[in-house]
């Protein structure tokens, strides 16, 4: 018996610090069988993965944990797993590197049946964190709304605008953004859908390129026009820190058979500002993976913002521009993603 406790101490550990040593970039994820594809060898069956599963990050004592929405509330998988010791991921991050499908059924299904306490939580009083808590690139497309072009004065591209934001613009379901905080004063809504990718993905066919996503997500590309505007380059106006949320929840994408034909919403202080579906979209889900990791490698937690429908404010015209300010509240909806509230302080 103690052989086999040091036998799984060591697994851990190894799968501990190989999960490091990836996500550092010292070791290539197919080395230690994960999923995923190298440029060179095609796809790679995910291991594991979870399917039917609605993903929220948690923050409980200083920790992030992994939950998972049911019937009954959200599973605390932290503590469920502290309990029934199932060998289950904990975090995001931890379903991306190994998978763990089979882990997490089994501590559902425990969790279920279990008369612990404390273990199911009510999300209307949970504190959350992104979704996706680590992702090494976040990736956006500007203009990618056929109405959104027409409102800004901008042609339709003919190939899509990319650009980005940083993990330090990370922020979740019932945040807040310190505008108040920023040089800027012309602050602007962008409701959008988000990819969230489960494979290494290089040079991938359109026809394949939605097996190697993981799920999604509703996001807000929240954007200061001013500082965007004060170069030709959009990052500056796009990357403060706060301006990227997500959430609640990651939904996997077995659940969402048809990421381009969802409602998409969002309102402020409780009135409908932008109000339209994802089949406006010029480059849909699976051609903009595929055109991005033609340009370079997509790894496992990525997302994409995938740009934004018509009716932000720098659409309208200029003496009906009211931009957002300290106080304000806004609620983007996807269909099928749940409802991404936050504030502005």
């Known amino acids: 018996m103690a052989h086999l406790a040091i036998m799984k101490r060591d697994r851990r550990a190894f799968l501990k610090g190989a999960g490091v040593a990836v996500s550092a970039g010292l070791i290539a994820p197919s080395a230690l069988g994960a999923s995923g594809s190298s440029p060179s060898s095609g796809s790679r069956t995910p291991r594991d993965m979870p399917l039917g599963k609605t993903f929220a990050t948690l923050r ?22 502290g309990i029934f010791k199932q060998e289950a991921p904990t975090t995001i991050e931890e379903v991306f590197r190994h998978g763990g499908g089979g882990p997490l059924e089994r501590l559902l299904q425990k969790a279920e049946i279990s008369k612990s306490d404390g273990l199911f939580l009510d999300d209307r009083e949970v504190e959350f964190g992104p979704c996706v808590t680590a992702p090494e690139k976040i990736i956006c497309v500007g203009l990618n709304y056929r109405k959104h072009a027409a409102e800004t004065g901008n042609p339709v591209p003919k190939l899509p605008i990319l650009f980005n934001k940083y993990n330090t ?9 310190n505008v108040s905080q920023e040089a800027a004063e012309q602050f602007d809504y962008e409701v959008e859908l988000v990819i969230v990718m489960g494979r290494l993905a290089r040079n991938v066919s359109e026809a394949g390129a939605l097996s190697y996503v993981f799920g999604y997500s509703t996001g807000n590309d929240f954007t200061a026009r001013d500082l965007q505007r004060v170069s030709s380059q959009w990052m500056l106006g796009k990357s403060l820190d706060g301006f990227a949320p997500i959430g609640p929840y990651l939904v996997t994408a077995d659940q969402v058979p048809d990421p381009n034909n969802l409602k998409i919403e969002c309102r402020v202080n409780g009135e409908v500002r932008q109000s339209s579906n994802t089949s406006d979209m010029v480059f849909n889900c699976a051609s903009l993976v595929s055109y991005i990791s033609k340009h370079f490698t997509l790894k496992p937690g990525d997302i994409i ?40 302080a």
């Not at 959200?74 to 797993?81: F, G, H, N, T, Y």
């Not at 613009?169 to 953004?177: F, Y």
């Not at 003496?319 to 957002?324: C, D, I, K, P, S």
């Open 305 to 344: 913002f995938t740009g934004t429908p018509e009716g932000v404010i720098a659409g309208y015209p200029k003496e009906r521009q009211v931009w957002l300010k300290a106080g304000d509240r806004l609620t983007s909806t996807i269909e099928k993603r749940g409802e991404l509230q936050f504030s502005l």
């Open 169 to 177: 613009a990370l922020n979740a379901h019932r945040g807040v953004i």
């Open 60 to 81: 409980r004592g200083g920790e992030l944990s992994l939950g998972i929405k049911t019937e009954r509330g959200i599973l605390d998988v932290r503590k469920a797993e």
